[in-house]
């Protein structure tokens, strides 16, 4: 029956991309060549091995900037948890018990519930966000209109979240400062050959005279991170570490006021943080996605890695979103707008 069904799923595959193909085809002249072209790069270099998740970051402002960074690094997906139970935990009274915030913060907050409110009202039909939401008003000009190619899919809660993404094969890494979190630039990202270790490890190899694999590969995960094994090392370390090429992860940033929620802490299979040299003890929201991705590009961790249905239907989704009278072309050639879109869905 497994087997039954996978070949079912194939065949569902091809008759969706040649469906899409024939979209495409159709639009294609319609689209500039200095445009076909950006956008033939761009869905070459997306990748789905990272993903972005947030969860009630409240300032229209840094998800839009957040959203820019993620376009121009190559991330597809991004994940809105919008918990507004959250934020109204946070009650004055435990905010001022607590040394780190103060009343600048409590206005922060209940700005910030104002936003979700905002947020919640919107419907959305298709997972994907628009620059006519709330989401993206106050924002737009930060964002430069990226939110239209990359993927936004929104959670009510934490476990939703973590669900969906788990179902797809994501650990979680949480950004926080811990005494059990990694420094993130100590984490060395690559492929699981032991034949393509950074330079800082070639020594190793280098010093073994025969070409014993068995013994190379132990070598290999004796600097190997596993998922569940992460948080079981001291940060206080001063050794890099691999981490598989295979393994999928999600990289969660908090609020902008209070972090992650302990909710998602306890959920976490990893803690991260950026090392910082100064006074501040954070940076912001934005700042630290565009920092941990410009890391992740650096390495060579963020190449194009999706499957040619994802290209397909992206690739169509953005021929689509390129033009604003798509739906009269496509009636015109005798395609049904309502099907594509029905197409469209599959994206997530």
């Known amino acids: 029956m497994d087997k039954l069904n996978h070949l079912l799923k194939i065949y569902s595959n091809g008759h969706v991309i040649e469906y899409l193909t024939k979209v495409r085809h159709t639009l294609r002249p319609f689209i500039g060549d200095k445009r076909y072209s950006k956008l033939d790069s761009a869905i070459r270099h997306r990748t789905s091995r990272f993903t972005i998740v947030l969860e009630n970051v409240g300032n229209p402002g840094n998800i839009s900037a957040i959203t820019r960074s993620c376009d121009a690094m190559g991330i597809h997906n991004i994940h809105l948890i919008e918990n507004r139970s959250f934020l109204q935990d946070f009650t004055a009274s435990q905010a001022l018990t607590n040394d780190n915030v103060n009343s600048r913060a409590i206005n922060s ?116 991170i596993e998922s569940n094994s992460i948080n079981s090392n001291s940060n206080s370390s001063n050794d890099d570490y691999i981490v598989r090429e295979q393994e999928k992860i999600a990289l969660v940033f908090g609020n902008e006021v209070v972090g992650v929620s302990n909710e998602l802490k306890e959920k976490s299979d990893q803690t991260f943080f950026l090392p910082m040299s100064g006074m501040v003890q954070s940076f912001n929201v934005s700042v630290s996605v565009a920092m941990t991705l410009a890391y992740l590009k650096a390495q060579g961790a963020l190449n194009g890695n999706l499957s040619e249905f994802e290209k397909n239907l992206i690739f169509t989704k953005w021929h689509i979103d390129s033009l604003g009278d798509s739906d009269l072309i496509l009636k015109r050639y005798n395609i049904d707008p309502d099907q594509v879109q029905d197409y469209l869905k599959l994206i997530n």
Not at 150 to 172: P, Q
Not at 189 to 216: E, V, W
Request: contains cysteine; glycine residues 4%; neutral net charge.
């Open 109 to 224: 907050l209940t700005r910030q519930q104002h936003y979700i409110d905002q947020q919640q009202q919107q419907q959305i039909q298709d997972n994907n966000s628009s620059s006519d939401s709330p989401l993206y008003k106050g924002g737009y000009a930060v964002s430069m209109g990226s939110e239209k190619w990359v993927n936004v899919v929104k959670h009510t809660n934490v476990s939703s979240c973590v669900d969906h993404l788990k179902e797809k094969g994501y650990s979680i890494w949480t950004s926080d400062l811990t005494e059990r979190a990694f420094q993130f630039d100590k984490l060395v990202f690559q492929s699981n050959n032991y034949n393509q270790l950074p330079n800082q490890f070639k020594s190793i190899f280098n010093s073994i005279n025969n070409n014993d694999a068995n013994l190379s590969e132990s070598i290999y995960n004796k600097y190997l």
